[in-house]
Structures are given as structure tokens and as C-alpha cells.
């Protein structure tokens, strides 16, 4: 069965902390997406890792890859409360039509 | 570059009428289109996938009469929502790839409320 496991499901961070969240994926896909959503918004797209060792940063918050772990993780670095929302990781698991699994979604909130 | 317009992206009407909602690739040709629900706070449900020109793949339990998929250009996608019921209340998000190796860009989704 094709899975992808993030965790964890829920986190509450102060400002300024530093936290991880984690992807674990079955698939045997070498391409990892990580997508943001705001209450009542579709997705943004923040990062999409390609290969074994990828890692990709944007402020404050940093994505890496290990295919052979079948595991990436999305690490935040000091967080500020902007970065609340609800955060997916998404395996593609190809086929003809290119189709991706979602996570069930890591709820951030960053207080003061 | 790579915009998909979803429209509507409100929709509140009542039991039995059918709801269009369309999916529009911009500024490519979306050769593959995908369908999905999200119920509130959970994450997001594949319902089917399109290809221009051909019938859509529903995913297991997916009711294919009751959601009408029609991809009929390469920019274009339509979810027809049939006889809709209060269960079938969700926000509904589409999105488009060029290609099977290319990445889905997604619309800006529907909130579709049946009283």
C-alpha cells in the first residue's frame, strides 16, 4: 500500500523556536513535494525535491530528501507566527498520469 | 508562469441542482488534470484524473455518475457536481500538469455548500 506519514499532526511553537517536521513515504519515488495552506486556501507550493541528498531552502524554513531512508524532512528555524498554516508532504508516485500521494498534514501554530 | 484558475470559488445552492466547476490552465497546455475533495481539516482525497480528450480515471469510490469529469481541450477541465446533496458539501481543488514528469500547479479551489 502506497503511504506517506507526516508527523507530527499537530505542533505549537513558540517564536524564535526551531522545529522538525517529518515525511515518511512508500513509495519508491525519488521526488518529494512540500506545499503549504492557509484556513480556507489551496495549496501553495514551497519546495520540490528531485534527488537522493536534495535540500532546497527559503527563509526560514529548509527541506531535505534521503531516498534511501524514504524520509524528508521540513525544518523551521526560528519560527515567527507567519508561518502558522497546515503543512503537506507529497510523494510522486508516477504511472502515466503522474499522480501524487498527500500526507495527512502537520497543523503549525507559532505563538508569541 | 504556470497559473491555474479555478472558478467558481464560492458556491452555496440548494439539494438537487448540479454545480459546474471549471479548471483553467493559463499559461500552459495541461495535458493531465486532477480532481480533488478535502473535508475540513484533513488532508486532500484524489477523486479522479484526466487526460484532454479521453474519459477520466475515477479513484475506488468515487461515484463517476455522480461526478462528471469532462477534459475537452488542454486548458480546460470541468467537475460537474450532479443532483448535489448536503454531503457532498467539501472544498473541491483542481490542478494541472503538463506532462507526467512535470509538477501539478493547483487552482485556488471551491467551497461548495449544499443546503
Known amino acids: 500500500e502506497l503511504k506517506v506519514e507526516q508527523n507530527p499532526l499537530f505542533l505549537s511553537m513558540q517564536e524564535g523556536k526551531n522545529y522538525t517536521i517529518y515525511c515518511n513515504y512508500s513509495t519508491t519515488s525519488d521526488r518529494l513535494y512540500w506545499y503549504r495552506q492557509d484556513p480556507g486556501k489551496s495549496l501553495e507550493s514551497l519546495f520540490v525535491l528531485l534527488s537522493n541528498g536534495a535540500v532546497k531552502q527559503e527563509g526560514r524554513l529548509m527541506a531535505s530528501l534521503d531516498t534511501k531512508a524514504r524520509l524528508s524532512t521540513l525544518h523551521i528555524t526560528a519560527a515567527v507566527h507567519d508561518l502558522s498554516a497546515t503543512y503537506f508532504c507529497?510523494?510522486?508516485?508516477?504511472?502515466?498520469?503522474?499522480?501524487?500521494?498527500f500526507g495527512k498534514g502537520t497543523k503549525l501554530s507559532v505563538k508569541p | 508562469g504556470a497559473v491555474v484558475s479555478q472558478h467558481p470559488s464560492r458556491v452555496i445552492c440548494k439539494s438537487g441542482t448540479s454545480v459546474k466547476i471549471e479548471c483553467r490552465s493559463l499559461d500552459f497546455q495541461a495535458t493531465t488534470m486532477f480532481w480533488y475533495r478535502q473535508f475540513p481539516k484533513k488532508s486532500l482525497m484524489l477523486m479522479a484524473t484526466s487526460n484532454e480528450g479521453s474519459k477520466a480515471t475515477y479513484e475506488q469510490g468515487v461515484e463517476k455518475d455522480k461526478f462528471l469529469i469532462n477534459h475537452a481541450s488542454l486548458t480546460l477541465s470541468t467537475l460537474t457536481v450532479t443532483s448535489a446533496h448536503p454531503e457532498d458539501s467539501s472544498f473541491y481543488i483542481c490542478?494541472?500538469?503538463?506532462?507526467?514528469?512535470?509538477?501539478?500547479?493547483f487552482g485556488d479551489g471551491t467551497r461548495l455548500s449544499i443546503l
Open positions: 490542478s494541472a500538469s503538463a506532462g507526467s514528469n512535470q509538477p501539478q500547479h
Open positions: 507529497a510523494s510522486y508516485y508516477g504511472g502515466s498520469q503522474g499522480n501524487l500521494i
